[in-house]
């Protein structure tokens, strides 16, 4: 039996804070105690890919990324040989002058996520809907799985 597959959560596991730490008067400064809430949230734990949920239906695989921020023509979702692949690239850049102060500000995310299908889904017939920052994805299952034929190999 086939199942969809996350994509590796190697890196994760190499930042561990029980693997990591620093001389206890650094620990101890306040001015670390923001950054590590912020690098802690729930995107940053796992590597700036969304989080997913996958359910099977019965009669497809149903997919639900949270995606907040991103916009719908951000988001690219595509299939290629059995595997579905949602991306996003997004570049900002904001430039300003203001009571004598000049800016230049620049933004830039991406991510690409990954999925490996089962043999019963049917990749040419995904439907896909964005509202609200969640990427929904349904990948229905086929009627009946393709026989794969085998192929004798003459030995030269």
Do not use: C, H
């Amino acid at each position: 039996m086939s199942t969809l597959l996350a994509p590796s959560t190697v890196l994760p596991s190499l930042l561990d804070d029980n693997d990591f730490e620093f001389p206890g008067s650094l620990l101890n400064n306040d001015f670390w105690a923001r950054p590590s809430r912020v690098f802690n949230a729930p995107f940053f734990r796992n590597g700036g890919l969304p989080a997913v949920n996958v359910k099977d239906t019965g009669k497809s695989f149903d997919l639900e990324l949270a995606v907040p921020g991103y916009k719908k023509e951000d988001l690219k979702v595509n299939v290629t040989d059995g595997v579905l692949t949602v991306a996003s690239e997004m570049k900002k850049e904001t430039e300003g002058e203001k009571n004598g102060y000049m800016r230049r500000e620049f933004n830039y995310r991406s991510f690409q996520r990954s999925f490996q299908l089962p043999e019963n889904a049917d990749g040419d017939q995904v439907k896909a809907t964005y509202v609200d920052g969640v990427l929904k994805l349904s990948v229905p299952k086929m009627k009946a799985v393709p026989e794969k034929k085998g192929k004798e190999v003459r030995i030269g």
